[in-house]
């Protein structure tokens, strides 16, 4: 079972609780904070209904259904749209959807569905300046999901990788000032002490214009 890490993080116990009122014990596979994905595992000699995720890029104005337990009320599915793509909400470099359903306290780690019923994200957090919804809330996409709860399942930890760089964009000034035609790529401020990028003798007023050839706009 996939839910959010915040969910679980503080418990002692856990335990799943089935629309029929059946209660199962669960166990912690693995958690990862920065995403807030936390991946739990049930025991049990019966088959349990599940849900896929989506394989489709979700699009702005796309038909969305929240479901979850708001204000501890029980089953409850909310409906939206899509209001936007790569939404950063402070956890790194991750991008998250935003979704105009309702979405409240109890609605985390629950699923955002398509009408063709399939997972698209995560319900993990709201902008609420009142504590109530307010029409903005943030779901952990369904192909950043698949990445980390495969890497939970195998390992119980994500590894990342890390360059060991701090970077800013190019600008119209500096792109001049260093004699590059454009302004594209990514400009090192910073390199950390025996980073990855030092050992390859990065320097800080570089400037990274691909990766692999790929372009770095």
Do not use: C
């Not at 309702?102 to 709201?126: K, W, Y």
């Not at 919804?133 to 939970?152: C, D, H, R, T, Y």
């Not at 390859?200 to 007023?205: F, H, L, P, R, T």
């Amino acid at each position: 079972l996939v839910t959010n890490n915040h969910v679980v993080e503080d418990a002692e116990e856990i335990s799943v609780t089935m629309e029929s009122g059946d209660k199962y014990p669960a166990t912690l596979v693995g958690a990862d904070p920065r995403t807030d994905v936390a991946l739990l595992k049930v025991k049990a000699s019966q088959q349990f209904p599940y849900v896929k995720f989506s394989d489709k890029d979700p699009r702005v104005g796309d038909w969305v259904l929240a479901v979850g337990n708001p204000f501890g009320l029980g089953g409850t599915v909310t409906a939206g749209i899509i209001s936007a793509h790569n939404r950063d909400i402070g956890s790194g470099p991750y991008d998250y959807l935003q979704i105009d359903a309702a979405v409240n306290r109890g609605n985390s780690g629950g699923p955002s569905f398509n009408l063709d019923g399939e997972v698209i994200g995560m319900n993990t957090a709201i902008f609420s300046p009142s504590g109530g919804n307010v029409g903005i809330a943030f779901a952990v996409p369904a192909a950043l999901l698949k990445e980390v709860v495969g890497q939970l399942q195998e390992h119980g930890t994500v590894d990342r990788g890390w360059l060991g760089v701090v970077i800013q964009n190019v600008s119209d000034d500096i792109a001049d000032s260093i004699g590059l035609s454009e302004a594209k790529g990514a400009m090192v401020t910073k390199v950390a002490e025996d980073g990855p990028a030092a050992k390859e003798d990065v320097k800080a007023g570089d400037v990274i214009v691909a990766v692999n050839g790929d372009k770095i706009d």
